[in-house]
């Protein structure tokens, strides 16, 4: 069999990490956030893992949750207080430095549009089809919808914690770089490998059909070239209290993954029932770790180059 091809490049991936039984993340999503991923797996039987020349790992094949898949989870991780709303990402504040008053923003996947909040001074557009109905102001278009008429628009493009979402990344940066004007900023937060969430054994927040791929510096960077947009900077996002549950977690639990990131053993459910546990209790005591670690992401930011 052939490696499957990198859906960034195109290009076959350099290694196979690990095959993941589809049957088994569909439990441990059942038991752990009463959330049903079956619907999204369809029928498959397992996922590989796969690692690609740049360094991006991604999963194959893939598919995105649904609409009751996410309606699921973040129920449940806001009725248990396990996402913190009020908390803001380190990239938000990072992003927010490159835009200008009166700038004209659009924010894809926006969710509950935190990021407006940041910038209160730029003219925000939110998109996000599965929350307009909840929140006021955000549009429930699709970009490429959203496309049609306003191609070229803005001048700050972004979309933080989305790209991983989906099965065609590049697709989706080559549409934000449409969005923005000739010269406009595109800009985009990630997950990266290697990280305190790839170290989390069964760690579903970055499993399918939740995270299909894991980012690195040269990965973010292979894709703004290839969509016509050039690099600014790459930039390591800072542990805040939105998000370093996750730091503690994978610091307090007793086995950390490598090569092997999912595996149905008893000492690996103990060894992340454990590091939840004790992850929260240090979480409680020290919400802003001081740490020298990979940080909780990348963000990267660029420029339409024409």
Known sequence: MSNPLCPVTGEPAARLVQWIDAGFLAELWRIEFKTDARPSFKSQKQFGLWESPSGLYFVDPAYEGDHEFYLQLYSYLIAHKLWARAALRDEYARAAKRIRPG????????????FRGVIPEARYVGLDPNMAAF????????LAEHLREHAGSY?????????????????????????????????????????ALTRIPNFLINAPPHHLTWWTKE????????????????????????????????RCCPIRCRDVHFRHAWSWHAATLIGFLLGRLMYAVRPLPKTRDEGAGLLLVARRTS
């Not at 700038?103 to 935190?114: E, I, P, Q, T």
């Not at 006021?136 to 699709?142: H, N, P, R, S």
């Open 103 to 114: 700038d004209r923003v659009l924010d894809v996947g926006c969710g509950d549009a935190s």
């Open 219 to 250: 990965a973010l960077a292979v894709l703004a070239t290839r969509c016509g947009a050039t690099v600014e900077s790459i930039e390591a996002a800072s542990w805040t209290e939105y998000d370093s549950l996750v730091y503690w977690i994978s």
């Open 155 to 195: 001048d700050a493009v972004c979309a933080f914690q989305v790209v991983e979402h989906v099965t065609a990344p590049r697709e989706m940066f080559a549409e934000m770089v449409r969005a923005a004007k000739p010269g406009g900023l595109v800009m985009i937060g990630v997950p990266q490998v290697p990280s």
């Open 135 to 142: 929140v006021d102001g955000v549009l429930g278009e699709t």
